[in-house]
């Protein structure tokens, strides 16, 4: 698809009437932020980190850190090319577990109002690496941390 395409879409997108809702159709307000909790998570080159923040505030209330076990701290180089590194990726599923659970159990510690039934979205970043987070419908335990 072309820019111009890209544009002359948006702009017919944009242009389109709102649809009237009748007001069993409208979206019902939210619960405040207040008492609500997300988890963020970083994909870096040698760990894997996570904070509790609260919704209200952006407060930090829990973080956790888990380097990477394979290779030297988490890279692998090959003696035939010095600039190529790799990772592990089981090394991602294993730190990400450790590093959530070390934050959730900072943050029941760290706030008496915390409670793991009150986070309500998940964030990831990664630096290079490109894991996604994914429910498999099949598995017997979805959740990430418990």
């Known amino acids: 698809m072309t820019d111009t395409s890209r544009r002359d879409l948006l702009r017919r997108f944009a242009a389109r ?22 988890i963020g998570i970083d994909f870096g080159t040698n760990s894997a980190r996570a904070i509790v ?19 030297d701290h988490g890279v692998f180089t090959h003696g035939s090319d010095p600039h190529l590194a790799r990772q592990n990726p089981a090394d991602y599923i294993g730190s990400l577990g450790h590093a959530i659970t070390e934050a959730l159990s900072a943050a029941e510690k760290s706030s008496p109002q915390f409670s793991r039934d009150l986070v309500i979205g998940i964030g990831t970043d990664t ?3 490109t894991p996604l987070p994914i429910v498999d419908p099949s598995a017997h335990d979805t959740t990430i941390a418990r």
């Not at 609260?54 to 290779?71: K, L």
């Open 53 to 71: 923040v609260s919704c209200a505030d952006g407060s930090t209330i829990g973080s956790g850190v888990s380097g990477y076990h394979s290779g």
């Open 17 to 38: 009437p709102a649809k009237e809702m009748k007001s069993a159709e409208a979206p019902q307000p939210r619960k405040t932020a207040s008492g609500t909790y997300a």
């Open 127 to 129: 630096t290079g690496s």
